[in-house]
């Protein structure tokens, strides 16, 4: 699995020009509980149906940390075990998107343009929600 930390520099060097299309699970996933697990699953096999990679598409630290100043975010699963639990059910690519006041302040249409269309993913799930492009 291959795990891309999606800075400004790389959501701009990788997305932009280098994102192969996918299919793509979104969420935070702490503690990958049996719902992320069903999530995650569902998106391998619409990968596997269209002989795509899958994504998952995650944030660090959590949105508490950064919009109600929580420090001390008792996390489920440090990143590096969310890491080696992404790996161990199939997904091929890992972005990590740093939760920061800037991507907190974006638009959902400034969203969906930066990071989601600029992923090339073909199908998208999370909890709440799944498209086909």
Do not use: W
Not at 12 to 34: R, S, T, W, Y
């Amino acid at each position: 699995m291959k795990t891309i930390v999606l800075n400004e520099e790389e959501r701009q060097g990788v997305l932009a020009k280098n994102a192969e299309p996918c299919v793509m699970a979104l969420g935070f996933f702490d503690g990958l509980h049996i719902g992320h697990q069903e999530v995650i699953r569902q998106a391998k096999v619409e990968a596997n149906k269209r002989n795509l990679p899958l994504a998952i598409m995650s944030f660090f630290p959590h949105p508490k940390t950064v919009l109600m100043k929580q420090s001390d975010f008792p996390y489920l699963m440090p990143l590096d075990e969310k890491k080696k639990s992404m790996s161990s059910l199939g997904v091929d690519l890992f972005y990590v998107v740093p939760f920061n006041q800037a991507f907190a302040s974006l638009t959902p249409e400034a969203f969906v343009k930066q990071y989601l269309l600029a992923s090339h993913q073909k199908h998208l799930l999370s909890s709440i929600y799944s498209h086909s492009a």
